[in-house]
Structures are given as structure tokens and as C-alpha cells.
């Protein structure tokens, strides 16, 4: 019932930017949302989470280069990549599950799943 479409992944060169979005549709609720990576031969990573209300989460390999931010009136939630480098390279995801304060970087913890969004940073 709950949908999750992502988009904005494309080819960049190193150094460079990206924005994606996730939009939620089919439901509203109190959600904490979440990017996700995963590269091919690679288990699937945490890369940011956004709660409801604002509070945010970052993995130490992107932390000061991405930035999450969402807008609850849209259900859309953001996810700015800046000086990009190739070890980003990967498919993206968006997840969301009702807010709960605990085991946001938990993949298992999260009921509703987008497609994916691919996104390539050459050298």
C-alpha cells in the first residue's frame, strides 16, 4: 500500500554533485526515512536517515559531504551529494518505517522499500 519512488541518480565525475529524491505515497504516518547504498558484490550500507520531526543520522563515510532534508507536507525527502567520489558509486534506496527512536542504520528494521536509484561518479 505504501509506495516509495526515488529518483535523481545519473553519471557525475568525482568532485561533483547530486541531489535525489524519494517521494512516499499510499499512506501518511509518523515515518523516520532513510537512504541506503549498496554497490554490486556489497552487502547493502547505511548512508542518512530523517525523522518526522527533523532529527538526522549520517554514516562516517559521508558525513560532511551529504546532506538529508525532507519536507513533511510533500512526504519527500532529499538527499544532496556533494564532492562525490567513485567508492560512492552505487545502486540508492529509500526506505521508511513508523518513527521509532532506535536501530535507524538497521536494514532489516524497515518495512517499505523503493526501487533504487543508480548512481555512477567516474575518475
Known amino acids: 500500500q505504501v509506495q516509495l519512488v526515488e529518483s535523481g541518480g545519473g553519471l557525475v565525475q568525482a568532485g561533483g554533485s547530486l541531489r535525489l529524491s524519494c517521494v512516499v505515497s499510499g499512506r501518511t504516518s509518523n515515518y523516520v526515512m532513510v537512504w541506503f547504498r549498496q554497490a554490486p558484490g556489497k552487502e547493502r550500507e547505511f548512508v542518512a536517515a530523517i525523522s518526522f520531526g527533523g532529527s538526522t543520522l549520517y554514516a562516517d563515510t559521508v558525513k560532511g559531504r551529504f546532506t538529508i532534508s525532507g519536507d513533511n507536507a510533500k512526504n519527500t525527502v532529499w538527499l544532496q551529494m556533494n564532492r562525490l567520489k567513485p567508492e560512492d558509486t552505487a545502486d540508492y534506496y529509500c526506505?521508511?518505517?513508523?518513527?521509532?527512536?532506535?536501530?535507524?542504520?538497521?536494514?532489516?528494521?524497515?518495512?517499505?522499500w523503493g526501487q533504487g536509484t543508480q548512481v555512477t561518479v567516474s575518475s
Open positions: 526506505a521508511a518505517k513508523t518513527y521509532s527512536p532506535y536501530d535507524w542504520r538497521t536494514e532489516d528494521s524497515y518495512r517499505y
